[in-house]
Nanobody
Framework: QVQLVESGGGLVQPGGSLRLSCRFS????????MSWYRQATGKERELVAS???????NYVDSVKGRFTISRDIAKNTVHLQMNSLKPEDTAVYYC????????WGQGTQVTVSS
């Protein structure tokens, strides 16, 4: 059974940092690309960052230089380190695993506000 469980969201002031984690089980990590998406209220879900099975990374322009995606294969976990957070980063963040099939976590809320 495939499971993805996100954690690490919360309330942070502008300029602050958060580290999201996505622990996965039930599939072979090496065959999947792992991504973080986010969805703000009233907006479409957007791709934030991804890491391929070979380890190459990609980011949406709005987070380049501030967010870093990484993976810990031994711990079956993918992280999203978010620095210099802005109010416009406020959203529910979702972990995604994609190969032939696509799987989603339940999401974790990130709120950036003073």
């Amino acid at each position: 059974q495939v499971q993805l469980v996100e954690s690490g969201g919360g309330l942070v002031q502008p300029g602050g940092s958060l580290r999201l984690s996505c622990r996965f089980s039930g599939f072979t990590f090496s065959r999947y690309a792992m991504s973080w998406y986010r969805q703000a209220t009233g907006k479409e879900r957007e791709l934030v960052a991804s890491i391929s099975s070979s380890g190459s990374t990609n980011y949406v322009d709005s987070v380049k230089g501030r967010f870093t995606i990484s993976r810990d294969i031994a711990k079956n976990t993918v992280h999203l380190q978010m620095n210099s957070l802005k109010p416009e980063d406020t959203a529910v963040y979702y972990c995604n695993a994609k190969s032939v099939y696509s799987y989603w976590g339940q999401g974790t809320q990130v709120t950036v506000s003073s």
